[in-house]
């Protein structure tokens, strides 16, 4: 019963994978004094057996480390874990960063970094990856040819069988899905999945929609995501219901 009580309360765990000492100071210390709970692990290694015994609610990823790609490392998180992942890497081109997206990273960040943005960028994915509170969950079915998709139990189906997202996944099918039919800018998707702080980050969302493509779109079928050229996306309208733009200012 203790070990419950002690479980339930304890404070929110961050994973750090980052080999440099004087990094894992500032983050591990400024991390300390609000509140949070931070393992270390130097090697890719070590990271995946943390990630086992430690369940962190957070992972910063560094992509430069001794004896395994950081990207590798990143997809083998992604696998095991749903966990949320920020990557934290002076790697600052445009193609690290999609790399890095497209091994299942929810964010990606440059050092050298300010702590007041790390802060901010950790708790806009909390919110995101973060299980979903069980008190009286709403039921809400959204279908579309074999697709279903359950908005209170966050489960998404085709033809009956599971298809398993990453929260960050579901948030922004989520948001496409009960917009249907409507045309979503690159900035609203943004500001609605990933935070007020991220619009000008629009290669997320292109990489998160071919990511959302990849699993509910069978070869050759109808796409369920339409792109609309240098505005945004939408997801298939109900038969006989025309595409509309999303309301103004999104």
């Given at each position: 019963m203790a070990e419950r009580a002690a479980d339930a309360v304890r404070a929110t765990r961050a994973l750090l994978i980052e080999d440099d000492p004087n990094i894992v100071d500032l983050i591990r210390s400024n991390l300390s004094?609000?509140?949070f709970d931070t393992v270390v692990s130097p090697d890719g290694e070590r990271a995946l057996q943390l990630l086992e015994t430690e369940a962190p609610d957070i992972v910063l990823l560094d992509l430069t480390l001794p004896e395994i790609d950081g990207f590798e490392l990143c997809r083998e998180l992604r696998e095991r874990s749903a966990v949320g992942i920020i990557v934290v890497s002076a790697r600052g081109g445009e193609r690290d960063k999609v790399t890095a997206l497209n091994m299942g990273a929810d964010d990606y960040?440059?050092?050298?970094?300010?702590?007041?943005?790390?802060?901010?960028?950790?708790?806009?994915?909390?919110r995101r990856t973060r299980a979903p509170s069980t008190s009286t969950p709403v039921r809400q079915l959204i279908t579309a040819g074999?697709?279903?998709i359950d908005l209170g139990a966050q489960v998404v189906t085709r033809a009956g069988e599971p298809v398993h997202l990453t929260p960050t996944e579901f948030a922004l099918l989520r948001e496409l899905a009960?917009?249907?039919?409507k045309l979503l800018t690159h900035?609203?998707?943004?500001?609605?999945?990933?935070?007020?702080?991220?619009?000008?980050?629009?290669?997320?969302v292109r990489v998160y929609v071919r990511r959302l493509r990849a699993k509910l779109e069978p070869p050759g079928a109808a796409p369920l995501i339409v792109t609309q050229p240098r505005f945004g996306y939408c997801f298939v309208a109900e038969r006989g219901e025309p595409v509309s733009p999303a309301d103004a200012g999104t």
């Open positions: 004094v609000r509140g960040l440059t050092k050298p970094f300010s702590i007041e943005e790390l802060l901010a960028r950790i708790m806009a994915t909390l074999e697709l279903a009960t917009n249907r039919g900035a609203h998707l943004l500001r609605r999945v990933w935070g007020p702080g991220y619009a000008t980050e629009t290669e997320y």
